[in-house]
């Protein structure tokens, strides 16, 4: 079934929005919808009913939507129509004067020949040597908090058991010391999390928080840099210090915005995925029951927590030019965000997409995107994840929920602020 809007080329570039047919009008940029866990209803409707969805956004500036799987997917494929210059977030880079200063210089923010450049030199900081520091060093933090839940009979899981993961993480790329990766990961769960102001002890509206945020980690990023700079060892910062582009070694700038892309794309993303995933396990004992006995489900059981959890929900493309999806025109020079969230919930490809099931094969999520932008840190990512599911399994704790989990204010990345859970049986 395809209602979507129809528009011919002699349409305005962006006409007025067309809401689902059922229902009232889906503003993807309602926050509370995420964090009411409403937003699986809405694509739903969005994919059913306007597939190619013009979404009308409270602060004047629309922006296209894509939900179905198929179209996201090619969507993310053909990079010469939907460019990643202006950044994936909605709002959320770093703009300057209308533009993205990030653009071209940050990895998930450029383009071909410039991405293919920069994704060569990001290839150290993600080789098989590095996967295995971030999951030697991941593995004891989370082995110490299991024997912590044992001692104390329970946890705040959001708080206190998966933040570990990107700890972890930035400890083994970064070689900074526990309390350095503690304050590195506050601070990126406040700029991913700006929208939500639990997040943050600044008063302030939301950019403001986000700017504090921003230039915090590049402050933080720009000091280790200093300090490394005449004694290049084999972190991340010594590999980008070594590297070049064209015979030429990196600049400062393009040195912070990967050290930052690191550090946002794996921080959030690794312990969100975490938290959902115990929590999918709380609402589907008997997945857990399979997986405590069958231990060598959990690499097909970790691909079906990233579907689940979708914790990247969306991407931002900026359409180079005319584009027509689904007969509906796209002109060039709009926003167009392809949803990870609801593609991976699509019925089209996924057999009852409700249902958490940790056999399911197969299992093509878009998790980690796709195309020449799929996220580099999937294998460290991974493996960290099975680290923190190693821990529970081993630590043989049967875990219940002791409070209400509380949902991040976000529609970028889709988390938990609390997740208590206490010792049981
Ligand atoms: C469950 C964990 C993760 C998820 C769900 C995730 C998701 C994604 C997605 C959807 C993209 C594609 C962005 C786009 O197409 O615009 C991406 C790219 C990226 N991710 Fe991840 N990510 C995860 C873990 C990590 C980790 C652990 C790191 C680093 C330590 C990382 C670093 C990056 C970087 C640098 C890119 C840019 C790649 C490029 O543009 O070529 N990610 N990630």
């Known amino acids: 079934m395809n209602r979507s809007p ?22 993807l940029t309602d926050v509370e919808m995420f964090a009411a866990n409403r937003h699986h209803e809405a694509f739903r409707r969005l994919r059913e009913e306007s597939p190619v969805y013009l979404n009308p956004s ?16 090619a969507a993310y494929r053909d990079h010469d129509a939907f460019s990643s210059a202006h950044g994936a977030i909605l709002g959320g880079s770093f703009r300057a004067g209308g533009g993205d200063t990030a653009s071209g210089d940050m990895l998930v923010a450029s383009d071909p020949p410039r991405h293919r450049m920069l994704r060569k030199v990001m290839h150290p900081p993600f080789n098989s040597a590095m996967v295995d520091r971030v999951t030697a060093q991941v593995r004891t933090l989370v082995r110490d908090a299991v024997d912590a839940m044992h001692r104390d009979g329970g946890c705040d899981i959001a708080l206190d058991f998966a933040p570990l993961l990107p700890v972890g993480a930035l400890m083994a790329m970064f070689g900074v010391g526990r309390d350095d990766a503690r304050h590195i ?7 991913v999390g700006y929208r939500d102001a639990t997040l943050s ?21 720009a000091d280790l840099l200093e300090e490394r700079r005449d004694a290049a060892g084999d972190d991340v910062i010594g590999m980008l210090l070594r590297s070049e582009i064209n015979g030429e070694p990196l600049d400062d700038t393009q040195i912070l915005y990967n050290c930052m892309n690191i550090a946002v794309g794996g921080n959030e993303t690794s312990s969100y995925t975490t938290c959902s ?32 959890s979708s914790t990247n929900a969306y991407v931002q493309r900026v359409a180079v030019r005319d584009v027509v999806v689904r007969q509906t025109r796209i002109a060039a020079g709009d926003v167009v965000t392809l949803w990870n969230v609801s593609a991976n919930r699509d019925p089209d490809q996924f057999d009852a997409p409700e249902r958490f099931d940790i056999t399911r094969a197969p299992n093509r999520h878009l998790s980690f995107g796709s195309g020449i932008h799929r996220c580099i840190g999937a294998p460290t990512g991974n493996a960290e994840i099975a680290e923190a599911f190693g821990a529970l399994l081993d630590g043989g704790l049967g875990l219940r929920l002791a409070g209400e989990p509380v949902r991040l204010h976000s529609n970028f990345i889709l988390g938990f602020t609390s997740l208590p859970v206490e010792v049981g049986d």
């Open 6 to 27: 129809v528009t011919s080329a002699a349409d305005p570039v962006l006409p007025a929005a067309a809401g689902p047919a059922s229902g009232g009008v889906i503003d």
């Open 58 to 73: 409270a602060d004047g500036t629309p922006f296209w939507a894509l939900t179905r799987y198929e179209d996201v997917l």
């Open 185 to 191: 990961v506050g601070l990126t769960r406040e700029m």
């Open 201 to 221: 002890d600044l008063v302030g509206d939301e950019r403001t928080r986000l700017a504090h945020a921003q230039s915090a980690i590049f402050e933080y990023f």
């Open 277 to 308: 995933g115990i929590l999918a396990f709380l609402e589907n004992p008997g997945e857990w029951r399979r997986l405590a006995a069958g231990r060598e489900l959990l690499s097909s059981a970790i691909e079906e927590i990233l579907r689940w």
